[in-house]
Each structure stands twice: as C-alpha cells, then as structure tokens.
C-alpha cells in the first residue's frame, strides 16, 4: 500500500475524460485501488477518483461506514442516472482544491451502475450524501470539477471564512 500524490486544480489530468477500465480482475486494478483507498483515507476524504491520482481510468473510492471504523468501497465503470427531478444544494470540497467549499446542486436520487474488483455487476440507488459523492467523483471522470457544477460562484469560499462568516461547511 502507498499513498499516492494528489493532482491539484490546474493539473490537465483533472480536465481530461478517463478510459474505461477493460479488465477490472487485473492485479494492477486492484493495487490501484487499495493505494486510493489509503490516500483518501489518509486525507480524510470522502471520496477519490483515479485521476485524481494521476491515473485516467474510470475508477473511484468511496468511504462507508461510521466516522470511528470507515470502510472503502470502489466503483469501475461506473454509470449514473437522476431518478427524477429534484436537486439539492450543499457543499462540497475536494481533495484536488483544498481549504476551498462550494455550493453545488446535485440529484438528490440516483441509480448507479458498476463493476466491482471481482468484475461483478454492481446495481444500486442512492441519495442524499452517497448520491452526492457518486456524482462528484464520477464527474471527476468525465473531466468535470465542482466549480464548473456551480451556478453561483459567490458561494465558493475558503472553509476558514466560510465557517467564521456563519456558511455551513459541508
Ligand atoms: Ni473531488
């Protein structure tokens, strides 16, 4: 396990589209994945897709579980679908911006379909926080950031002023 450097806004790999990932069962998949677990984890993210890391493949991780005990899942491949038409603002950060917070509107419910690391479908829903997380981190491979999402930019800020002017930090 390592853990790997964090591209940071301005870094082309964060504008590019990623490749599907053609073997997920590959030991190379695997290695990456358990690396961006542990880089997340290290940077108590929530969330990391794989360019992110420097890698343009169609991967992310995800944390679950409680804040005391998490977990790591990974998605490859993965598809999103709104399953209907509300949306939600809340704020969001990322691990490629750091000390910044902004407000993004996102589908409150989403279905998702994936690959696991045994090459398994994977079939789910998901709203509230997940449905958010899925949706960042799969914009990520598809060469979108949060900034671009946000019809407001005066409710992007940095967490220290947003958290001392009464904005709510997450
Ligand atoms: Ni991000």
Redesign the pocket.
Known sequence: MAILKIARLGHPVLLARAARVEDPTAPEIARLVSDMAETMLDAS?L???AP?VHVPLRIFVFRQGSEDAPTVAALINPELVPLDDETETGW??????PGLRGAVPRARRIGFRALDLQGRELEGEADGLTARVFQ??T??LDGI??PMRMPDLSRLGFVEELTRFGATSR
């Open positions: 993210g969330g990391l897709a992110q969001e950060g990322c691990l490629s911006i960042h981190e914009d990520h950031v949060y």
